[in-house]
């Protein structure tokens, strides 16, 4: 099989290069033909390296906050050389609201400093041969699960306050938990009431009181998203999907992962990616 090339660049007079070297390292390590070409690029020659290098992909490292205008010309220089089907990732310093006019002017996707190696490595594989992937982007927010004493007590806020439906009411002996569900556009709402004290959700009362508990996003083949989880090194508490409320399939994020908020994966029957 023919090895991904790629293009490693620093455009611009960004004199530091430690982290585009410890990319390229990773993307060889991952059996990547990587080219660097060193600091202090212009636009052209990294357009021209890459037209003469044959390469599969650019990556663009910036720490100077000159990303804005040197990324887009990039593209540009590629436009002028018949090689706008190269495509272009950048990282670096970036901030978070610059992506979005990144990639609004073509950049395919922007890697912030917390992004690890592996899942950039992961991101290119799966681009330059997208028959490799099997990841899609969760369907939706589930549902929303909040934390309370007591249901009864809850609901009337939701139903006469809000207006809105309550479709059941269901208990999980085996999370020690009841469940009220209320419907709300293509999502729900969630109460959590504990059934014992050894349940998660009395726990999460005691030590927070009532409030948000987490957040489920719908996906489908939950098996294979928590395989791919583990092997980017995300910290799981359920490597393994067990059952939930309304013969769900589902597993949780550890919240470290994600701020603090405690994520759920949610598969139902007949959802398929």
Do not use: W
């Not at 099989?1 to 490693?8: D, E, P, Q, S, W």
């Not at 957040?215 to 067990?242: C, F, H, M, W, Y």
């Amino acid at each position: 099989m023919k090895k991904i090339r790629v293009l490693v660049a620093k455009p611009g007079l960004d004199g530091h290069d430690r982290g585009a070297l410890v990319i390229a390292q990773a993307l060889r390590d991952h059996g990547m033909e990587v080219i660097y070409t060193g600091l202090r690029q212009s636009p052209a020659q990294i357009a021209q390296a890459a037209v003469q290098e044959d390469v599969d992909v650019i990556g663009l490292s910036s720490l100077s906050g000159a990303h804005r205008t040197l990324f887009p010309k990039v593209l540009q220089e590629l436009d002028d050389r018949n090689a706008s089907d190269i495509p272009v990732i950048g990282g670096g310093v970036i901030p978070s609201e610059d992506i979005p006019y990144l990639l609004d002017k073509g950049i395919k996707k922007i890697f912030t400093s917390g992004s690890s190696t592996e899942l950039l490595a992961t991101y290119i594989m799966e681009m330059i041969d997208p028959k490799t992937s099997s990841k899609k982007p969760p369907k939706q927010i589930s549902h929303i699960g909040i934390a309370v004493e007591n249901i009864d007590a809850a609901l009337s806020f939701y139903t006469d306050s809000l207006g809105l439906e309550l479709e059941a009411v269901e208990k999980i002996e085996s999370e020690g938990v009841k469940v009220a569900f209320i419907k709300i556009g293509e999502s729900r709402l969630e109460l959590l009431e504990p059934l014992n004290e050894k349940s998660a959700i009395r726990k999460f009362l005691d030590k927070k009181g009532e409030g948000i508990h987490h957040i489920a996003l719908e996906v489908g083949d939950i098996r294979t998203r928590l395989q791919q989880l583990k092997q980017q090194g995300i910290p799981l508490i359920n490597e393994e999907a067990k059952t939930g409320a309304r013969n769900s399939q589902i597993a949780f994020i550890h919240p470290k992962t994600a701020n603090g908020v405690l994520y759920e994966l949610c598969q139902h029957e007949g959802s398929d990616d």
